[in-house]
T-cell receptor, first 114, second 118 residues
């Protein structure tokens, strides 16, 4: 089955700097890769996603890149702000056979230092 | 509109007791998913429903865990004879899961039920 590895497990950056979180996946049939942000005590919220027919997607200060050949994808946050502090999860999903489960990475705790 | 809701928000039970956790998906969403999040860990898939059928139950940890969905809407996750290792936050998600997949199949999460087994 699918296995998603996420690194680093914790990341601390100065406000205004950039943060990068990386994930690798094992199942070549996976074709959808969302990123969720989870603030303390809150539900996971989708912040950006990418499909396998796209190499890069950007939404304001966040961007995601996908390398299908290498089976890895990354989240980039630029000009970080204190409200970016949270746990971020990457996930992968197969695109065939109807609705499919998400397989999540272990999460990255991002701390933005003022 | 209303998002995914779950009840109760917190549940404390004694080892060996049965518990029922409820999930109300977003109206019109045909797919419903259960995940488990242990303290400081990632989200672990348990089971999902397409309509009232469960095509994938592969994540249920043991036969003490079961789930059902009726009327294509509300789902209940039941844990029998609870153990301390069952303590976790149980998250429910729903998605439209309508053709053409997967372009519109974003999963939206509920707030979770925090289960503590003493």
């Amino acid at each position: 089955g699918e296995n998603v590895e996420q690194h680093p497990s914790t990341l601390s950056v100065q406000e205004g700097d950039s943060a990068v979180i990386k994930c690798t996946y094992s199942d070549s049939a996976s074709n959808y890769f969302p990123w969720y942000k989870q603030e303390l005590g809150k539900r996971p919220q989708l912040i950006i996603d990418i499909r396998s027919n796209v190499g890069e997607k950007k939404d304001q200060r966040i961007a995601v890149t996908l390398n299908k050949t290498a089976k890895h994808f990354s989240l980039h946050i630029t000009e970080t702000q204190p409200e970016d502090s949270a746990v971020y999860f990457c996930a992968a999903r197969r695109g065939i056979g109807g609705a499919q489960k998400l397989v999540f990475g272990q999460g990255t705790r991002l701390t933005i230092n003022p | 509109g209303a998002g995914v809701s779950q009840s109760p928000s917190n549940k404390v039970t004694e080892k060996g007791k049965d518990v029922e956790l409820r999930c109300d998906p977003i109206s019109g969403h045909t797919a419903l998913y259960w995940y488990r999040q242990s303290l400081g860990q990632g989200l672990e898939f348990l089971i999902y429903f397409q309509g009232n059928s469960a095509p994938d139950k592969s994540g249920l940890p043991s036969d003490r865990f079961s789930a059902e969905r009726t009327g294509g809407s509300v789902s209940t996750l039941t844990i029998q004879r609870t153990q301390q290792e069952d303590s976790a936050v149980y998250l429910c998600a729903s998605s439209q899961a309508l053709p053409p997949l997967p372009s519109t199949d974003t999963q939206y999460f509920g707030p979770g039920t925090r289960l503590t087994v003493l």
